[in-house]
């Protein structure tokens, strides 16, 4: 069974930083590019960042390019999410993903259940 | 970026409905669309992919077609678990993009 925990958001305030986690397990993590994904309260879905399999291709959303770097181990079977120069419009529960092939531009076939972020001073 | 425009933004319907939603790509996409479910709660669940290909688990009463920037989702008769809200999203390029989503009301 796939599963995918994120851990690591919280209360911050503007400016501050966070480092998002997510432990994968049930699917062989270094085969399967990975997304972060993010919903604001109250808004739709917001894809933020992908990594394909073997770190080779990174995107990322206009909204955070230059703010967040997104990584992988995949020794330990992780996903990362560093978030800096944190705004209140970063506000979200942020998903993990795991993508349904190795490179960045394909769909999310599991969802994490996601770690929320709260900016605020 | 592809921008991504759902159309309507919300509907009401009655369980036995055969409702459909609408996305469009700002520029072509080919068949990189994808459909996805989101109930309060819950995770989003991907419904379709490549357009009109079910995912594995997803029952047939959904189904996706189209191709270039116009691009439908039907559920082909509603039942009382599909009332949630419906993305669709473009995996044509980076960076990938949802649209503003469509729910699904009773």
């Known amino acids: 069974e796939v599963q995918l925990v994120e851990s690591g958001g919280g209360l911050v305030q503007p400016g501050r930083s966070l480092r998002l986690s997510c432990v994968a397990s049930g699917f062989t993590f270094e085969d399967y590019a990975m997304h972060w994904v993010r919903q604001a309260p109250g808004k739709g879905l917001e894809w933020v960042s992908g990594i394909s399999w073997n770190s080779g291709s990174i995107a990322y959303a206009d909204s955070v390019k230059g703010r967040f770097t997104i990584s992988r181990d995949n020794a330990k079977k992780s996903l990362y999410l560093q978030v800096n120069s944190l705004r209140g419009e970063d506000t979200a529960l942020y998903h993990c993903?795991?993508?349904?092939?190795?490179?960045?531009?394909?769909?999310?076939?599991?969802w994490g259940q996601g770690t929320l972020v709260t900016v605020s001073s | 970026d592809i921008q991504m425009t759902q159309s309507p933004s919300s509907l009401s319907a009655s369980v036995g409905d055969r409702v459909t939603i609408t996305c469009r790509a700002s520029r072509t996409i080919s068949t990189y669309l994808n459909w996805y479910q989101h109930k309060p709660g819950k995770v989003p669940n991907l419904l379709i992919y490549a357009a009109s290909s079910l995912q594995s688990g997803v029952p047939s009463r959904f189904s996706g077609s189209g191709s270039g920037t116009d691009f439908t989702l039907s559920i082909s008769s509603l039942q009382p678990e599909d009332f949630a809200t419906y993305y669709c999203q473009q995996s044509y390029s980076n960076p990938l993009t949802f649209g503003g989503g469509t729910k699904v009301e009773i």
């Open positions: 993903a795991k993508s349904s092939v190795g490179y960045t531009s394909s769909p999310a076939e599991y």
